[in-house]
């Protein structure tokens, strides 16, 4: 078939505002399109209100995170519904920011993306929880376009507030909305990332209501502990009369064995001890879908 002839279907179709796949993109390709990779052809779409300047809508072509290659073997079978909260405020520095979410998309690189038994999200939060980049990805999603999500959570964001349980009442929404999976065969994991101070100390005592409300919904909680910056560890464990881990994540988290400390540098091991975590724990059981 000649472009003219195509051109003539499409005139035909556009009152009906179909979206042509396939065999028809190819053929178009050939006929006016020959420079172009079918590969990079995701559908064609009829617009009527535009007339024939619909167009071609491309692929989706998600950005592998550097250090990660998109044929890299999953070390982890696990079959969870994991949600990372990131901590994005000013108590850290660049390049903790930074780290925090290179060990979100590691740890997530080394689980079994794309065979449909883990479910993951995240989103940063300080102040707030950042909804323009918070992210959910449904079993099924290929491995690198989760992780090229993953790799764009905010990093830093602006208010110099921490407040943890926004961060879990927003990750009940993953854990109790429409995706929700059967909680018997796929395990609720709510998996925090940051210093683990609270700011104002005045809302503190709402991160135990909240993570009480998580846990009795089945969730477990896990935190992974970085450095704050510019000696504040020290500052605020003088302050508080206690250190981050016993002021703060462990009322949250309840067992030590939950929580994981990452000091710069020590990349692998930290997601080492965080993937055996999850792959002692939430393995898939015989009836997993």
């Known amino acids: 078939m000649d472009y003219i002839g195509i051109m003539l279907i499409l005139v035909q179709l556009v009152g009906y505002k179909q979206v042509i796949h396939a065999n028809f993109i190819d053929q178009l390709r050939q006929a006016k399109y020959g420079s172009v990779n079918n590969n990079q052809i995701d559908k064609i779409v009829l617009r009527p209100e535009a007339g024939l300047s619909g167009g071609i809508v491309p ?11 998109e044929n890299d073997t999953p070390q982890n079978t696990v079959c969870a519904d994991i949600v990372f909260a990131n901590d994005a405020s000013c108590s850290l520095n660049n390049k903790v920011q930074t780290d925090q979410v290179d060990l979100i998309v590691t740890i997530a690189s080394t689980l079994n993306l794309d065979e449909g038994k883990v479910r993951v999200g995240a989103f940063s939060y300080g102040q707030y929880v950042d909804n ?18 993953l790799n764009n959570i905010a990093r830093n964001l602006d208010r110099c507030r921490t407040i ?13 909305g429409k995706n929700d999976r059967d909680d018997k065969l796929y395990k609720d994991v709510l998996i925090f990332i940051g210093d683990g101070w609270t700011s104002p100390i005045r809302t503190r005592k709402h ?30 464990t ?27 540098g020590d990349s692998e091991i930290v997601v080492k001890q965080v993937t055996d975590y999850l792959a002692s724990r939430y393995y898939c059981q015989g009836g997993e879908q």
């Not at 290929?142 to 090229?148: K, P």
């Not at 135990?208 to 500052?235: H, M, S």
């Open 238 to 264: 003088i302050k508080n009369n206690g250190t981050a881990f016993d002021v703060e994540i462990l009322p949250i988290v309840k067992n030590m064995d939950k929580i994981f400390n990452y000091e710069s």
């Open 164 to 176: 943890p349980y926004r961060a879990m009442s927003e990750s009940m929404s993953y854990f109790k």
């Open 59 to 69: 692929k989706e072509q998600p950005v592998i995170p550097a250090g990660l290659k």
């Open 132 to 149: 323009e980049t918070k992210t959910e990805y449904l079993p099924g999603a290929s491995r690198s376009t989760i992780l090229a999500g």
């Open 207 to 236: 991160n135990a209501v909240e993570a009480r409300k998580l846990r009795k919904a089945g969730v477990d909680i896990l935190w992974i502990k970085t450095p704050a910056k510019n000696g504040l560890d020290e500052i605020k």
